[in-house]
């Protein structure tokens, strides 16, 4: 993520986003450990996302977020948004 450094988004544990088929899934990085609800769209490459997490003080943040597979699928390229907050760019790699 370019606006959060690896030792900020390795915080509470290793940072990591999970999606199943339905849609559903969760994640953590940072201090935020969360879910995300969302739709493929484009053949299934593109991920749109709604998110909501607590954060380790027990603040809960909401946003939103885009994810496109790569074509090697190993990689994914992105957006994530804080509502009202921070709005960064992403690459994940599958693990």
Known sequence: M???????????ERGHFEVSA?????????NLRGGIHGQARDDDRVFEF??????DR?????GRGR????????????????HMGDVSKMVLKRA
Not at 58 to 62: F, L, Q
Not at 67 to 82: H, K, M, P, Q
């Open 2 to 12: 370019e606006v959060w450094g690896r030792e900020y988004i390795d915080l509470l």
């Open 22 to 30: 339905n849609g559903t899934g969760s994640f953590v990085f940072g």
């Open 50 to 55: 709604s998110w909501e997490a607590m954060e």
């Open 58 to 62: 027990g603040d809960i943040r909401s």
């Open 67 to 82: 994810l496109e597979i790569g074509a090697d699928s190993a990689t994914c390229t992105g957006v994530f948004a804080i």
